[in-house]
């Protein structure tokens, strides 16, 4: 099986979200502050002036939904970028249909760790959450790939991954919301039980994410490979190109 790491483990690396107090308390807070501030000075000025004060409350509120707006956009939480598949003529006839399915299968598994961690959960649950997303992540990054894209849909690594996105991967994240639900309210036999399976979750994870070290590394390979050999052809063909200019003079 994979290597468990410790709940605070660099080993589990992916973009750290930004707290809800963050994202939509801070945002509110500025946007109502600077509102009311510049309806409270716009509105002595209408006093004093004898003018009504409907003016100075629409400026004030369309400050507010600016300030409010503009800091909520800037610290929001950005949305991992949609996977890019060839055209028709790039793709082999069959990939395409499986590395839809591939993305359509992370997208969905994205949407259920995303409403884990809505539910705040604790210390135990975060860094298996952290290694389910980063599979996803290198999944897609995989299919994304030019490389794995020239593949036929029965190459055994295109269904490979298929089989982590559309089978594996679901089946661990559906054990994990079970078995998050038994971590919180509930304590003695059943608690510990939930740990183990908790365990047993990160393990599995763990061992798909050394099957995906495997298949980034073929990839790499196999571009070094194709480097090697186009730099050789430029060295037969050309045999003078290492040759300084200067030296030509």
């Given at each position: ?89 790039e793709l082999p006839a069959g ?155």
């Amino acid at each position: 099986m994979g290597t468990v790491h410790a709940p605070l483990s660099t080993a589990i690396a992916v973009p750290r979200r930004r707290g809800r107090w963050l994202t939509t308390v801070v945002p509110t807070v500025l946007g109502g502050t600077f509102g009311i501030s510049s309806f409270m000075v716009l509105g002595v000025s209408s006093l004093i002036g004898g003018a009504g004060l409907v003016a100075p409350l629409l400026a004030g509120l369309g400050v507010g939904i600016v300030v409010g707006g503009g800091t909520a956009f800037l610290l929001r939480n950005r949305t991992q970028k949609p996977v890019r598949l060839g055209g028709a003529a790039e793709l082999p006839a069959g990939t395409r249909v499986v590395l839809e399915k591939i993305v359509h299968s992370t997208k969905h598994q994205r949407r259920s760790l995303t409403r884990m961690r809505r539910a705040r959960p604790g210390p135990a649950v975060r860094p298996v959450l952290n290694r389910a997303e980063l599979l996803l992540q290198r999944i897609n990054a995989l299919v994304g790939s030019a490389a794995l894209q020239s593949r036929r849909a029965s190459d055994d690594d295109v269904l490979m991954l298929e089989g982590m996105a559309a089978r594996y991967v679901p089946e661990l994240v559906r054990a994990l919301e079970d078995t998050v639900g038994f971590l919180s309210p509930v304590t003695g036999e059943a608690r510990e039980k939930a740990l183990a399976n908790l365990q047993s979750i990160d393990q599995q994870l763990s061992a798909l994410g050394e099957e995906l070290d495997r298949i980034e590394h073929d990839i790499v390979a196999g571009v070094t490979r194709s480097l090697d050999v186009h730099s050789e052809f430029l060295r037969r063909r050309l045999p003078e190109q290492g040759r300084s200019p200067v030296e030509d003079r």
